[in-house]
């Protein structure tokens, strides 16, 4: 890279690929040259010099006066951003919120910069998650380098997605190269989780013509790709999704199967993040993670960018997730609204989730498992208007169906349900820290999962995404989860969609999902909200209502589950599940092992044949249900249905419990607390 | 007056500028952003940074004026206005306004207000200096020479 002299112009060729130019090309030679620069600063003066010196670096500058502005102006164009700078003290919003909420909705690398040079302000920039922190006054040599964020965030992308269930990528894997191409896909991740959420997932194929630019040209999942894809997903089974047969499927010219690895990748964590988020801001984080700490930051993005996403599409109105809420709130147990439209949701966003760290995932987990448990409790029949709100961005999610639809036409109301249930995140959030395990939890919970939807990103946001976002992504998983456990709970039949009662609904999903197996991290527990019975949360009980695995569903789960191939996913985590005795008393820290999560049951189509299949999923809703109350209580992000695990219905007790104890083992502190407990479990008759 | 002589004019005025205190490093950064394709850089961001500087400064006069002060607010904007005084070089006014900061800080409205005089008082300078700087410029360009911003290396 020759940096040039006179103003610093850079022009580099640098190896990276291609970055997405704003026209949608790919420019592998002038990296960094043409890195789109978000600029945001209430200060006039200081916007306009640090245009110029923006722009004497060769970087596409676009400015804004105001974070709101700025908020929209990323969502419309969730793929035209590389980097966003933004001051701390803006009048209409602080910078830090901005920086949480462009971490959960776009997961951009943000740099934060302020005339304030005090240690606090610098490092509550760090935890907040920006990439940088810049001292005004702004000197231009400083912004020369801004370039090496957006690298290392991919670069730091691609080795999740390498970590977490490559295993069918195996020796795919691309070069540094292909890297940004894929990357790019994760730049896009806000981008297809839009996309995810409005549109249904639709398997036509489209024309794309971006990868078949250059050298790994980056791949833009735009939202009809990315609909493809979840709709590819989801026909497969989220335990058979693997990358190949994804590309079959979706039958895109140009697309490789890295570039769909990848994304699955992504998807995963995104699905993982959605069930993990957990009411608990910055709490759950930390809590559930524990080690994950690090993971915090990411998750979060992903988080707020399903909240983002959801709330970007608009499609789901605050007020269908209030009145998700109120509805989650108002029925006790037989809340069951949460249609597994919400756990369908997850799934899409497990998909986001794969940028996730696992540890983050567990975050979502644990902001999943919030939500979860209301789902459980919370009627799977979501009022289909609800749903139809909330499932907005469910149905972008693609298919998602919920497998919850067994219920009833949950599907849409997933979206719907999930909206509300972001909105009710934060009530969830707060109702999950109740012990209620009323459906009441529900509605915040599911807010949570509903986040990630659509809703997600206007809920989530709301909510503080879990602080750090990561709620967001959790909510629509979680919401999904909790579907799922509900008909878990109330179907005892595990296979196909039914989801077991007593096991978690979510778990089922998740199995039944399959692909997301993988991404069911234990921190996923039900949520993955692949399983549709919430009867698995309220069975579950679990003591840690954090660790509502299932969350994680939609995220790889431990890592040791990542290996799984996507297929596995589910069939480990159910297996997982099944192993694990269901005992509701099973503590969740058993559940641990259940990380295999049920994966999102992303599989399109009815969640019963996913659940069946996937028994996995089953498995994580039996699992649930079985510890729907522990996992109420605790955390369930062990409970994780793992969908692979168990092919068919095992004991969803079993199920739950794996899943719960993973959940609670994994879960650690359980800020979490997912307060599943006021959800499911009262809903679940048992 | 000849180029030549406007031009050394220009220099030796910039110089003092800088070693007055009035300006530093940052200023320079600024004049060498400018170029052909933005040959009126300097100029615009001087005028945004006057317009903004004299709107922060009503409305400091404002929240000071007030039968209970609002600290936080006055606060505010100092600090937005250290933050382009110092993006723009005007390095007394940004001093001014660290002090201003403190007694933010303190509550102490009686000593904000001094420190608002005294703020007041550097960006009058500095916008006076800037302003015969501007037209110093603009009478060099129009004789037909070019601003030589490359002498200003000291």
Redesign the interface.
Known sequence: MNLSNG?GSMSTVSSGGGWKQAGGDVVSDQFPAGLRVLVVD?????L??LE??LK?CLYEVTKCKRAEVALSLLRENKNGYDIVIS?V?M?DMDGFKLLEQIGLEMDLPVIMM???DGKNVVMKGVTHGACDYLI?????EALRNIWQHVVRKRKNEWKDLEQSGSAEEGGDRQPKQSEDADYSSSANEGNWKNSKRRKDEEEDPEERDDTSTLKKPRVVWSVELHQQFVGAVNQLGIDKAVPKKILELMNVPGLTRENVASHLQKYRLYLRRLSGVSQHPNNLSGSFMGTQEAAYGPLSSLNGLDLQTLAATGQLPAQSLATLQAAGLGRSAAKARMPMPIVEQRNLFSFENPKLRFGEAQQQHLNSNKPMNLLHGIPTTMEPKQLANLHHSSHSLGSMNMPVNAHGGQGSQSGSLLMQMSQSQPRGQMLNEATGNHVPRLPSTIGQPIMSNAMAGGVLARNGLAENGRGAGYSPITQSSSMLNYPLNNSAEMSGNTFPLGSTPGISTLASKGGFQDEVNSDIKVSGGLIPSYDIFSELHQPKSNDWELQNVGLTFNGSQQSNSMQNNLDVGSSILAHQSFSSGQSNGENRNVSSVVKPIFSTGDATDHVNVHSSGQLLNTFFADNSVRVKSERVSDANCQPGLFPEQFGQEDLMSALLKQQQGGIGPTENEFDFDGYTMDNIPV | MEVGQMQRTWIEYTKSLFSEGFLDA?FT??Q??Q?ES?PD?VV??VS??F??SERLLNDLTRALDQPIVDFKKVD?HV??L???S????AQRVKNACIGFRNFCEQQNAEACLRCLQQVKQEYYLVKNKLETLIRLEQQIVAAGGSVPMEELSF
């Open positions: 103003k209430d200060d006039p003066t200081c306009m010099i110029k010196m004497t001051d003290h009048p302020s005339a304030d005004k006054p702004v000197r231009i | 940052q950064q600024l060498l952003l170029d933005n850089f615009e961001v945004l940074f317009e903004d505010a600090h937005q250290k933050g382009s110092s993006s723009i070089g």
